[in-house]
Structure formats: structure tokens, C-alpha cells
């Protein structure tokens, strides 16, 4: 067997280019940092917020603050009233808010019966609602502090509690330009509730900063037990008025805006008058709510926005997750119907195959495939197919390559030697020094069957069918690495051929097993030398021609799957990044109605760019909401995919054993083909250069391999 010598004139060569891309990793970090420190300043923000309630009546001898009024100051570890008798006044307050349904209808009850109120906000509700919050103090309420996650004052560490009350002062100074200076404990009452050691912590923090407001009269209207319940909690026994407690953050607060609306004139038919806190406990307007600086309000203004920002991107990257889900759903459903109908119609189609089978060349680029080259070429050679040669194109290997295929000495091979120039460029050598009907291009670590060939063939009997996709298998999934690899290649690949088949939007024919027409090849001007994902490029140039491009289930080919991390990034990376490279070169297809461009870039660039929140959410959900319905969620999303695999591995004939490390998968290998795109959308993006590069074989692949 003599080598043949290719024509250097016509041999196209890539140009020189750095394989490794520029180091983004600071910058992935950084990004995964700035949503980790989101995620969870919303999480305590918005999941760390206390329920509604009020302690258990503790009233007894040893209660400190028993039949004292309740608006109270700091003397050392003491609290002491500051008030004087209230008369006929009455000072409305309201805890819990603001609340974006219910706090501006109880200050529209106000509004018309012309009485002030205070309100104690939640420091966290109020960054995510300041327009409400303005709106009550433009109406001529007061605000208090009530804590930025309603957290309690009386236990835990010192530095928790000060900081939940600076938090929240933070706010309200960015919001309104003043601090507030009255501070209600959460899960407070009336002051015979409180026990000596909460009065020490509350004098504690108070200070002489703050005064400590508790109530009079608790309506209770948290408990909903009814309006006539709340108005007779909150109205006064007798003659004196005082401090009346209500809510309008917390819960569903209709029956506190239905009773407000009966207790206002109530009230005011016996003789009482409603007055801000502020009048009753006989302090100014400036001492309860003094001006903050220009630095303190930018400040604070620049935390509430924040905080803001922190929901506002929540609620994206929910947004963004509910799209996922509808996607992934309806491609999942999409796909169950459209490849159950491929396989039925290219099952018929094969039972009724007959005709002429047409010449064939099949051209193996190889590049140091010395490990399992020889495997390779005798699986090609043993075709049972009548009109065939294989055509090795070495592309300058220094391991002996050429030498390995030289000595095998069988007919119909043919061995081809250029210098180093690229994949595509040996594959376009072979194909020019080929006159056969029809090109198969095969990976040099590929192994055929002895019925493939023929089988990949069958297709080809209909005129408009351009070019055939075979159905590649993992040989070598004995290992976990092996067995994720044929999981994907089964669910992932095989079955998404069998629909895009269907919708004709194939995106790839794959290097592993791919036939080709002559005459395609040549309209299309042959393999693409330009990009890194050469298979797409060539399968997207088909496609504009309006060649069909079908899937062959039976023409199996068996390919070695990278054996370590660092060789599946490798390849992972030359696909992703080669994908990019192939949809903006024809992206002038868009506006010719070519659904495959926008597919691949919604299901192979967006849509795994955006998977990394999934793995984010669930973790919130852990933390900050119910760990039972996230892992349920998780469960539920496990089994649709174990119910997907089933379908595929039952269509590919294939055993179910495998599957056991399906849920393994979801925790090394996903996140791995998450950095992988990526890092090729950052390399893309940042206009990295990337060529093309010969992965380590090990030999391990064999037909008909079990795992």
C-alpha cells in the first residue's frame, strides 16, 4: 500500500493560535460572589422576618415595668417612664409594615378621619416600599423602628440586635432624611409583660438615644379573631386614653382596616382625640425625628438601594428560573412525542430500504492516534458493504501513526500523510483526493460495527436527504467518568437527534460517525477550516442548502470519551466555544427562518449560561425557606430525568444499569459543563483565539462495551 501525498497547493492551513484562553476565573468568582452576597442578603431580609405575635401575659409582682406608661427611657439598666397622663389622647400605632396592600389602606382611613398614627417599620419592608413609606410621613404620621428582619431585642448576641436597629435607621434616613428615635421591641405588648432581664437588655440598647414604646391597650388584631374581637381589645375601659397597638404588616390585616373604620368615631363619640406619639409622651417633633447630615442621608439612601437592588435581582433570577422551567418542560414534553414519532417512522423507513447502495470513501483524520489507530482502521476495513475505501489522512503525528496504519497492509485503506494544519484541513484532503458519491468522516479513536456502514447508508436512498448523523456510544463506560459520559450521549445527544430529525433543525452531524453527499460538500465549499466546532459549522452550511439532515439509529459507532476531567474540558471546551464561533457566522441565517440558530442559542448558550441559578435557588430554598418542599422539588426534578433516560435508554436498546449514577451526575459533572460554557462565553465575548487540540487517548473504548 503506497501512501499517497497530498497537494500542498490545495491543502488549507488554520492560522496560528493560542489553545489556553485568557484566565477569567477572578472575574467568575467575583460574579458568583456578588449572587451568593445577593441571595443571601435577601434570603435574611425577606425569610428572617418573625411572625406576628406577642408574648404570653407574664404579669406578676416581680414585673418591673408593671402599671407603668408605656412610653419609657433608659437610666442605666433601668427603664423609666417618661410619659405624663395621657387624658383623653389617644395615639394609634401600627407594627409590622409597611405593606404594599394593606398599610396604604389603613392610611387612607386615617387620611379621611384626620388622625395621625405611628408606624414602626420593618427596616427590610421599608427599602423594599419607600414610596410608601414617604407617603405616610407626607401625611403627617410618625415612623418608629421596629427592627430590620423583626427580629427580637431581649435575646441574643449585642452586636445582632444593635445592628438590626442601625439597619433599619439606616433606612429610614436614606428614605425621609431623619432618624427615628422611637423603638418598639418586636413580640412586644404592654409593659407589665416585660421581665427584669428584657428590661436590662432594652435599657441596654436604648441608651440615650432611643425611647422604648410599648402600648396601653394590645387590639390583638393579629390573631384575627374578628372586628368586634379587635375594637374591644383596643378600646379604653375607662375615661384615660393611652397608647393603642395595631398592625398593618404581618398578615392578612382586613379586619383591622374594617375595625379602625368603626373604632376612629367610636373613640372620638366619648370624648377622645387622636394626637402622634410624640404629643403623648410630651416630646417635640425634631427630638423624635431629628435631621440627618448629607452624608448620613446619602448613605443611607445608597443602603436602601441596595437592599432594593438585592429584591429587584431576586426577583429576576426568579423570573429567569420560572422561564428555565417552562423551557425545559416543554422541550421535555416536545421531546417525548417528536422522538417516539422518529423512531417509529425510521423504523418503517429501514423495514422498506432497497435500492442501489451508493460508492463510499471514509476519511479518518488523525493526529497522534497511535493508541487505538490500529483498532480503528480494522473495525472500518471489516464493513460489509460492497463499494468502500478508508482514506487515513495523518496530520503530521510525531507517534508513529502513520506508521501503524502503513503496516496493516489491508485492502481499501489508503494512507495519506500532510504536515500539521488541523482537523478540517485533513478531512478536506481526504475528501479531495476521494471521487466516491457519498463521504463518511470518522474520528480516529472510532470503531465501527461491521453492518454501520451499510446502515448509515440506508437514509441516503431519499434524494433530499444531504447528509446522515450515526448514533455514537461511549466504548469506554466502565468507569463513573465513562458512564456519566454514556448517560449524556444516549439522553442528551442521541434522543435530541431523533426530534431535531423531526423539526429538521439539526445543529451538528457529529465528527465521531457522519455521512455526507459529494455534491453537498461541494456547494457548501467543503469542511469549514475557520472555526473550532467544524462538525456544526458544516452541518449549518447544509442546512441553508434545504438538504435534509436524518439521524440513523442502527449506524452505531464507537467512540473513547475523555477519561479525566481535564481531558472532557478540554473537549468541552473546543465544542462550546467552537458552537459560539459556528451560530455568529451564520447568524445572517436568522432573517432566512433557520430555527436552528435560534434553538442552539437559546438550549446550548442562554440556557445552560442561566442552569447555575437552579443549583443557587435550591440552595436558598434550604436556608431561608422550607428544606422539605426543596428537596421534594429536587426529587421530583431527579425522577423527570430518570423518566427521560428511561425513554432514551429503551429507544437506544440500551440495559437501565447504568443509570444508578444519574443523580450522581447532578453534582460534579453538571457543575463542571457550567464552568465550561462559562468560560467559553467570557472567552467568546472577550474575543479570546482558541485552536484546536489533540485530547490524550487511553485505548479503553471497545464495541459493544457494557457498564
Same mark, same amino acid.
Given at each position: ?58 404579669? /406578676? ?43 396604604? %389602606? ?52 449585642? @452586636? ?41 437588655? +432594652? ?76 404629643? &403623648?409622651?410630651? &416630646? ?49 414534553? +416536545? ?23 451508493? /460508492? ?28 468502500? !475505501? ?32 488541523? %482537523?478540517?484541513?485533513? &478531512? ?94 461541494? !456547494? ?9 466546532? !467544524? ?33 472532557? @474540558? ?14 455568529? %457566522? ?10 436552528? +440558530?435560534?434553538?442552539?442559542? &437559546? ?30 422539588? @429536587? ?24 443509570? @444508578? ?17 462559562? !468560560? ?28
Amino acid at each position: 500500500m503506497a501512501p499517497r501525498a497530498a497537494d500542498p497547493r490545495r491543502r488549507r492551513r488554520i492560522s496560528p493560535r493560542v489553545w489556553s484562553p485568557p484566565g477569567h476565573w477572578r472575574l467568575l468568582a467575583f460574579c458568583l460572589f456578588v449572587v451568593l452576597v445577593v441571595l443571601t442578603f435577601q434570603g435574611i431580609a425577606a425569610h428572617t422576618i418573625g411572625a406576628t405575635g406577642e408574648p404570653h401575659d407574664q404579669t /406578676s409582682a416581680a414585673a418591673p415595668l408593671a402599671r407603668a406608661r408605656p412610653i419609657l427611657a433608659a437610666r442605666g439598666n433601668r427603664l423609666t417612664p417618661i410619659e405624663r397622663a395621657p387624658g383623653r389622647r389617644i395615639a394609634l400605632t401600627f407594627d409590622d409594615g409597611p405593606d404594599p396592600r394593606w398599610t396604604p %389602606k389603613i392610611a387612607a382611613v386615617l387620611r379621611a378621619s384626620h388622625a395621625p398614627a405611628t408606624f414602626f417599620v420593618v427596616g427590610s419592608q421599608a427599602a423594599r416600599y419607600p414610596d410608601i413609606v414617604r407617603g405616610l410621613v407626607r401625611a403627617g404620621n410618625e415612623l418608629g423602628n421596629h427592627t430590620f428582619t423583626h427580629s427580637a431585642l431581649t435575646s441574643g448576641p449585642v @452586636w445582632q440586635r444593635r445592628l438590626q436597629i442601625q439597619l433599619t435607621e439606616a433606612v429610614l434616613a436614606g428614605i425621609t432624611g431623619r432618624y427615628a428615635r422611637f423603638l418598639r421591641p418586636p413580640y412586644s405588648a404592654t409593659p407589665d409583660a416585660v421581665t427584669p432581664d428584657q428590661e436590662r437588655a +432594652l435599657a441596654q440598647l436604648a441608651g440615650r438615644r432611643y425611647y422604648i414604646a410599648l402600648a396601653d391597650y394590645d387590639s390583638q388584631d393579629w390573631q384575627r379573631h374578628g372586628v368586634a374581637s379587635i375594637v374591644a381589645h383596643a378600646t379604653p375601659r375607662g375615661r384615660s386614653g393611652g397608647v393603642i397597638m395595631l398592625h398593618d404588616g404581618g398578615g392578612n390585616r382586613s379586619q383591622t382596616v374594617a375595625a379602625l373604620r368603626e373604632l376612629i368615631p367610636r373613640l372620638r363619640a366619648r370624648g377622645f382625640h387622636f394626637v402622634p406619639l410624640s404629643q &403623648l409622651a410630651g &416630646l417635640s417633633a425634631s427630638a423624635v425625628a431629628p435631621a440627618t447630615s448629607g452624608f448620613e442621608r446619602s448613605r443611607g439612601y445608597a443602603f436602601e438601594l441596595s437592599v432594593r437592588v438585592a429584591f429587584g435581582l431576586t426577583a429576576v433570577f426568579a423570573a429567569v428560573l420560572l422561564a428555565i422551567g417552562v423551557l425545559v418542560a416543554g422541550r421535555a414534553l +416536545l421531546l417525548l412525542a417528536l422522538a417516539t414519532h422518529q423512531t417509529r417512522t425510521s423504523r418503517r423507513r429501514r423495514g422498506n430500504g432497497s435500492g442501489r447502495l451508493p /460508492s463510499v470513501t471514509i476519511v479518518v483524520p488523525a493526529y497522534n492516534e497511535a493508541v487505538g489507530i490500529e483498532r480503528t482502521v480494522r473495525s472500518l476495513a471489516a464493513s460489509e458493504y460492497p463499494d468502500y !475505501e478508508v482514506v487515513v489522512v495523518d496530520d503530521g503525528s510525531t507517534d508513529g501513526t502513520p506508521a501503524i496504519v502503513a503496516g496493516l497492509g489491508l485492502d481499501r485503506v489508503h494512507l495519506v500523510r500532510q504536515d500539521n494544519a488541523g %482537523k478540517a484541513t485533513a &478531512l478536506n484532503t481526504g475528501i479531495e483526493l476521494s471521487e466516491a458519491e457519498v463521504v463518511v468522516m470518522v474520528d480516529g479513536d472510532t470503531q465501527f460495527e461491521p453492518q454501520t456502514l451499510r446502515r448509515l447508508m440506508e437514509p441516503l436512498a431519499d434524494p433530499d436527504v444531504g447528509a446522515v448523523s450515526g448514533n455514537t456510544k461511549v466504548g469506554n463506560r466502565g468507569r463513573l467518568l465513562g458512564r456519566w459520559q454514556h448517560i449524556e450521549y444516549v439522553v442528551g445527544f442521541n434522543l435530541d437527534r431523533r426530534m431535531y430529525e423531526v423539526l429538521q433543525c439539526t445543529p451538528t452531524v457529529p465528527g465521531a460517525i457522519g455521512a455526507f453527499r459529494r455534491d453537498v460538500l461541494e !456547494e457548501v465549499g467543503g469542511v469549514p477550516t475557520d472555526t473550532l466546532a !467544524e462538525d456544526t459549522d458544516l452541518t449549518l452550511a447544509i442546512g441553508r442548502t434545504g438538504r435534509r439532515v436524518v439521524y440513523a439509529e442502527e449506524a452505531r459507532a464507537w467512540t473513547e470519551a475523555p477519561s479525566t476531567l481535564t481531558a472532557l @474540558w478540554r473537549q468541552r471546551y473546543r465544542w462550546s466555544f467552537g458552537t459560539m464561533q459556528s451560530v455568529w %457566522k451564520h447568524r445572517r441565517a436568522v432573517w432566512s427562518r433557520d430555527p436552528r +440558530l435560534p434553538y442552539m442559542f &437559546l438550549f446550548q448558550i442562554l440556557l445552560p449560561l442561566t442552569a447555575p441559578l437552579i443549583d443557587l435557588f435550591a440552595i436558598y430554598g434550604l436556608i431561608f425557606t422550607d428544606p422539605a418542599a426543596v428537596i421534594a422539588a @429536587w426529587g421530583a426534578f431527579n425522577l423527570v430525568q430518570l423518566g427521560m433516560a428511561i425513554f432514551a435508554f429503551r429507544l437506544d436498546r440500551e440495559s437501565l444499569r447504568p443509570l @444508578w449514577a444519574l443523580p450522581l451526575q447532578q453534582f460534579v459533572y453538571r457543575q463542571l459543563m457550567y464552568l465550561v460554557i462559562i !468560560e467559553s462565553t467570557v472567552s467568546a465575548l472577550q474575543g479570546a483565539r482558541a485552536g484546536w487540540r489533540h485530547i490524550p487517548r487511553t485505548g479503553d473504548a471497545v464495541v459493544g462495551a457494557e457498564a
